[in-house]
């Protein structure tokens, strides 16, 4: 029997990313001041891998959530699959085709929103801008008629169309961004934080326009994101990126497999616990495979769904008389990442320094 091959419609091989900045130093900058010094002295520079070295595929019809913590290097990632920054080293290829090579092309066949940047004109109404970027991406008149209803019926745009980009709220222009961002029909769409700062309802939203999008049309989606919301809401593909590589890269599904399976132990320590978290780490320090942080004033246990465990270590806690309160609960996503993420750290530093 022959098997279809799938191809990926994302390939990225061996990607890097070097940011290069002056490396302050008060001495060579005073001589530097001296004109003739000025030419004659290099610049030290510091280099920072940002993006170490990644290889990933995307297949189409994917949502893929792009997580990780804070200074991971998920943005500077999608900065390069969006042509904005061009790569150190590395390939990207699109359907075959290579990105570096082909931009243009490329460009017109997906959509972009960065959460700071506006593809919209800010003193003209939504609709005014929809009808630029109609022109400008040439899409058909009727199908854009077609394309304006069909907004409004998933997601209630009209009453928006008349207001001044300027006007509106994070959330409202959010999810203008996005439906302005599908209105080439591109067959790739990137979301960097689509969702932060935003409220719930707002976030349905834009939640479920992606889920037609991606229903209806097959649209690939690429979303960084810290809202565990969009992962467990949106993505059947998590790539995890931590100090520029890629720590995991596999099914949502999987992925909660291998760290999702986890229990919480939550107490209210009592008040007689002077130095509660040490005091708890020391009781419970035979156990291998458990985490015990703080959050808010509760004290967190974490261990395996299926250990054996679960219930000594609520006897410990009972004899040892340290809790007001207890909750036992299967963890959420969150309470997954947030660890994770603590221990990773996240950011790589600047280590290596060069002339020029
Ligand atoms: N323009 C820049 N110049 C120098 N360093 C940069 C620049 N942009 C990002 N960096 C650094 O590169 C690393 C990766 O940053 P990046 O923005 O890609 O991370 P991120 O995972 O998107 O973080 P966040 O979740 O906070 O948005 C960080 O150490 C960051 O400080």
Redesign the pocket.
Same mark, same amino acid.
């Given at each position: 029997m022959r098997c279809a091959k799938i191809m990926s419609e994302i390939t990225v091989k061996n990607l890097e990313y070097i940011?290069k900045?002056v490396k302050n130093n008060n001495h060579k900058s005073l001589l530097r001041s001296i004109p003739i010094l000025n030419l004659v002295l290099k610049r030290d520079f510091e280099k920072?891998k940002?993006?170490d070295n990644i290889s990933f595929n995307i297949n189409k019809g994917d949502v893929v959530a792009f997580i990780?913590?804070?200074?991971?290097? /998920?943005?500077?990632?999608? /900065?390069m699959l969006t042509g904005l920054l061009e790569p150190t080293s590395g390939e990207i290829s699109i359907n075959g085709f290579n990105l570096q090579k082909e931009k243009n092309k490329y460009l017109k066949n997906i959509g972009v929103v960065f959460g700071q940047r506006t593809q919209l004109w800010w003193e003209l109404p939504v609709m005014d801008s929809f009808n630029l970027l109609k022109d400008i991406y040439e899409v058909d008149e009727q199908e854009f008629k077609d394309r304006m209803k069909w907004y409004n019926e998933i997601v209630n745009i009209n009453k928006l169309l008349d207001i001044p980009v300027k006007n509106l709220s994070l959330g409202q222009r959010m999810l203008c961004e996005i439906l302005a961002s599908f209105l080439h029909k591109p067959s790739i769409i990137f979301l960097d934080?689509p969702t932060i700062g935003l409220d719930v309802s707002i976030k349905n939203k834009i939640r479920k326009f992606i889920t037609v999008i991606n229903k209806t049309y097959k649209t690939t989606i690429v979303i960084?994101t810290?809202d565990s919301g969009d992962i467990e809401k949106l993505a059947n593909k998590v790539i995890l990126?931590n100090k520029?590589s890629i720590a995991y890269d596999g099914t949502f599904l999987d992925f909660m497999k291998m760290y999702g399976n986890k229990k919480i132990i939550q107490i209210k320590p009592t008040f007689k616990l002077s130095n509660g978290l040490e005091e708890i780490k020391k009781m419970l320090s035979s156990f291998r495979n458990i985490d015990i942080y703080v959050e808010s004033d509760w004290i967190i246990i974490k261990l395996d769904q299926n250990s054996d465990n679960i219930s000594k270590i609520i006897s410990i806690l009972q004899l040892n008389k340290t809790f007001d309160d207890i909750i036992i609960k299967p963890a959420t996503l969150e309470e997954v990442l947030v660890p994770m993420y603590y221990n990773y750290g996240?950011? /790589?530093q600047y280590d290596k320094t060069e002339n020029s």
């Open positions: 940011y900045r920072l940002a993006v990780g913590p804070n200074g991971a290097g /998920k943005s500077t990632t999608i /900065k934080e960084t810290h990126i520029g996240g950011e /790589k």
